[in-house]
């Protein structure tokens, strides 16, 4: 009894506590003002992008006789690449922009890079899984495109054109 007489008492302490809300005081003093910033850069036609952001959209078509193996064929970490130039990407992009990649199937669906896709086929020994990932890496001034494939049968060449895009914002 002691203890919710106690526990009454130091709520009600509490509360009593609170009074009504005085009034507002008054406001501090202004800060400096600060440095103004750097401009961006200009668009493509040479103005400032309507929504403060600039875009440039680019597709490349490869053809299966454009890449190159990297390695040896059927090699563990053997690869295919292409390297294409992009005088887009500038400097500028590359270090304060995005870059943004996709990858671009026979039925005209974009999908996000790097895009694995699941394979898999039969021969005289039976059936075989593989997975082939497309993936791609930039510097100011051009894109580099890959095919890697998880068996690392490179013996077999990529045999369809691929359609990249690359999206560049600053």
């Known amino acids: 009894m ?7 008492l130091v709520a009600v302490t509490f509360i009593a506590c609170e009074g009504p809300t005085g009034p507002m005081g ?14 961006g850069q200009n668009g493509l ?10 875009w440039y959209v680019t ?10 193996l990297v390695g040896k ?7 295919f690449f292409v390297d294409k130039p992009l005088s887009n990407l ?18 005209g669906v974009k999908n996000g890079l790097p895009y694995v896709l699941h394979m898999g ?26 095919l890697t494939y998880s068996d690392f049968n490179t ?3 990529p045999d369809k054109a691929k359609i990249f895009h690359i999206v560049l914002m600053w």
């Not at 002691?2 to 009454?8: E, G, H, I, P, Q």
């Not at 064929?73 to 690869?79: I, Q, R």
Request: proline residues 3%.
């Open 2 to 8: 002691k203890k919710l007489l106690l526990l009454v």
């Open 26 to 39: 008054p406001s501090g003093h202004d800060g400096q003002n600060g440095m103004n910033g750097q401009d």
């Open 45 to 54: 036609d040479g103005k400032d992008g309507e929504n403060g952001t600039n």
């Open 59 to 68: 597709s490349f078509t490869i053809q299966p006789n454009e890449w190159e």
């Open 73 to 79: 064929a059927g090699d563990l970490n053997s690869y």
């Open 90 to 107: 500038s400097e500028f992009i590359y270090k304060e922009g995005a870059v943004i990649g996709y990858i671009e199937n026979v039925s």
């Open 121 to 146: 086929g039969e021969d005289d020994k039976g059936e075989f899984l593989w997975t082939e990932t497309a993936d791609f890496d930039f510097y100011p001034g051009g894109v580099g495109f890959y």
């Open 155 to 157: 013996q077999l060449r």
